[in-house]
């Protein structure tokens, strides 16, 4: 037996390139709940445009009746996100409600995580914090925060959750503002002794989309920056471009702050398979348009990204932002770039910040 | 630890997801929180771990592969697996 891996290596199944049928699930095994899309902070980057709630959000007793829906058809693992999940008021009772029924990691700017908060995360079983910084160079995350001293307490936070035993990945958007300074990502790692650094493509979404000009970075600038990446032993490097490029809508699901589930939280601003205090999550999961992305119908594919999860044609979200398809090729890897430019974005994209 | 005497079974409140067409499961074991990838022969023996002796889960192990896979080899693959899930909390001694 030698197959024992953590949540975040889950391992290509059988099927998926060269001419394999693309893996397939007749339900998924984890899910991203979208569960607020508030933030005290002003982030350049935020992909929800988050601020003070403007659309009413699914109620603490919602969410309670979605998580026993997902415990019952055998959900694994659940991933929060925001907005700033802290931000919500009764995100700890929810928490608290997932304790030893479901794996639960967090992605979160940790700024709130104190000494008391982390020790509470570590009683209700919490995993993994993923730990947004744009930057790992204090001023310029303090800048793009829009918040004077969130980067010192955003390390803070991750300290005081590693303190507890919670494990800690730091994940860094690549951008303009970040990529001359990438190795600062893993000498932060090494400093407080977190085990992952995951560098992430910056999606057109939200508030990143209007600020896109000031953020964007060509992709050839984009592969020079990971290229010069040293990571010691000891950390594990996650990223997603080519070779990794895969098409992970095969097994994503995801669900927003009102309830409207669309597969993966970048494809927010593109689909909506239905809500899910309207119908249950399986209903959504075989909407039409869910199923087709599942089964991976792209119009060209690069066979060493597919291998990473057995499944076609890279981010579907990505693809569809640059070409307005969703069979599209992914612009993010190089082999299926063809020439876009990806620090201009698709006319139908720019009307949208209007 | 294993001892040869004890009795083994599921870690109570372990949840394990089959993936039939894959022919694995994964194993989500709330004391650690973690997700683990059990291949068939990992989850086989969290299956045959129902609370009876090892002898006799190790046995049963033995019978089920013996058309595959000689004895030794048999043996070998039981216990290197029988420690890695044990030492991962998904199976542990039961009373």
Redesign the interface.
């Known amino acids: ?7 975040e ?3 290509a ?2 099927g998926g390139p060269e001419g394999r049928p693309v893996p ?2 007749d339900k998924p ?1 984890k899910l991203t709940i979208c569960v607020t899309q508030t933030c005290e902070m002003d982030c350049k980057l935020c992909y929800a445009d988050c601020g003070s709630s403007k659309t009413p959000e699914l109620s603490t007793e919602q969410w309670k009746t979605f998580i026993d829906e997902l415990v019952s058809e ?1 959900f ?2 659940i991933f929060f996100e925001g907005g700033e999940p802290f931000d919500r008021p009764d995100f700890e009772e929810i928490l608290a409600y997932c ?6 990691a967090i992605r979160t700017h940790a700024v709130g995580i104190d000494v008391a908060r982390a020790r509470r995360l570590k009683e209700m ?3 993994r914090l993923y730990v947004d910084l744009f930057a790992a160079v204090p001023e310029v995350q303090d800048e793009l925060t829009g918040t004077p001293g969130s980067y010192a307490q955003s390390v803070n936070g991750m300290k005081n959750a590693l303190a507890e035993g919670i494990g800690v990945t730091i994940l860094g958007i690549l951008s303009r503002k970040n990529h001359l300074d990438l190795q600062n990502y893993v000498a932060l790692a090494e400093e407080i002794d977190a085990d992952q650094v995951g560098i992430l493509r910056l999606y057109p979404l939200g508030r990143a989309r209007k600020n896109w000009s000031d953020l964007s970075l060509t992709l050839d600038e984009m592969m020079t920056a990971l290229n010069g990446l040293k990571v010691p032993p000891g950390i594990q490097l996650m990223q997603s471009w080519h070779p990794k490029d895969g098409n992970c809508c095969w097994q994503n699901a995801a669900v927003t702050p009102t309830g409207a589930s669309v597969g993966c939280p970048y494809l927010r601003e593109y689909v909506d398979y239905g809500n899910i205090t309207d119908m249950t999550f399986l209903e959504t999961w075989n909407h039409p348009l869910y199923g087709q992305l599942r089964g991976c119908e792209v119009e060209q594919n690069c066979p060493d990204c597919s291998a990473t999860q057995g499944s076609h044609g890279g981010c579907r979200s990505t693809a569809f932002a640059f070409h307005g398809r969703f069979t599209a090729p992914d612009p993010y890897c190089v082999h299926n770039n063809e020439g876009v430019d990806l620090r201009a974005l698709p006319e139908w994209l720019l009307r949208q910040n209007t | 630890m294993l001892s040869r005497n004890g009795c083994y079974a599921k870690t109570p ?1 372990v ?1 394990i ?1 089959p ?1 039939e ?4 499961a ?1 194993a ?1 074991t ?1 004391d650690n ?7 068939s ?2 989850w086989f ?1 969290v299956e045959l771990c129902d609370g009876r002796p090892f002898p006799q889960i190790e046995a049963d192990y033995i019978e089920a592969v013996k058309d595959r896979v000689e004895i030794d080899a048999a043996k070998t ?1 039981f216990h ?2 029988f420690a ?2 044990l030492e ?1 909390n998904i199976i542990s001694a039961s009373a």
């Open positions: 037996m030698n197959e024992v891996f953590s949540p290596k889950v391992p199944p059988p397939r699930l095994f055998g694994l693992h304790s030893r029924r479901l794996y639960v079983g919490v995993g | 409140d949840v997801r993936f067409d894959w022919g694995r994964y989500f709330p929180p973690e997700i683990y990838d059990l291949n022969t990992a023996i693959q290197g697996g890695m899930l991962r």
